[in-house]
């Protein structure tokens, strides 16, 4: 009888992979369909990071993650997280705006980043969810490379999405901004 993890994971390594990719988007443009303004923005990507979460906490409530204690650098992940969100309240930056842009560059920056490592630490898995997950990072990988040649070299019709191309999207123009035009 072999030592195999449950069946669970399989559905939230596929979430992840999912999650990953959508973070390759802006959704800003499509601000009216796809994202509900409750203060952060709920764009498609954090929709599924929420779904994530959901099933992570679900599946710790039925045992099916790894017991592990918190790691120094979870718990300096942790720290920072929570001095970046102090210091986001004392300031009161997101106070006077219609939109929590700094809460959401907080979110972005410190929360989602250590939720997907605590979770993906504590995840029982196998060799195929790590191909699975090694499969869908390679791909981002070889869509920003195209992407990139194509907008070096001037392939408009080939560079997806669209906005890439629009220097009034974002902070960056060029060199394969997609992932960065948020």
């Not at 709920?42 to 993650?65: E, K, N």
């Not at 790894?66 to 970046?84: D, P, Q, W």
Request: with cysteine; net charge positive; hydrophobic share 50%.
């Amino acid at each position: 009888m072999t030592n195999r993890p449950p069946n669970q994971p399989r559905w939230m390594i596929t979430l992840i992979a999912i999650w990953l990719i959508l973070q390759c988007f802006d959704y800003t443009l499509l601000d009216p369909i796809f994202t509900v303004n409750l203060g952060v923005s709920v764009t498609p990507d954090r929709f599924v990071f929420l779904l994530v979460l959901g099933s992570y906490v679900i599946a710790s409530a039925s045992f099916s993650t790894r017991a592990k204690r918190i790691t120094g650098l979870e718990l300096l992940m942790i720290l920072f997280s929570v001095y970046c969100l102090v210091s986001w309240f004392i300031s009161g930056a997101d106070f006077v705006l219609t939109k929590s842009r700094w809460l959401s560059t907080l979110f972005t920056l410190c929360f989602q980043p250590f939720a997907a490592y605590f979770i993906a630490s504590r995840l029982p898995y196998d060799r195929s969810h790590i191909r699975t997950l090694i499969s869908v990072l390679a791909a981002i990988g070889v869509y920003l490379g195209l992407t990139g040649i194509f907008e070096h070299y001037s392939i408009s019709p080939l560079v997806f999405p669209k906005y890439i191309l629009d220097p009034s999207v974002g902070i960056q123009f060029e060199r394969a901004r997609g992932p960065f035009a948020s």
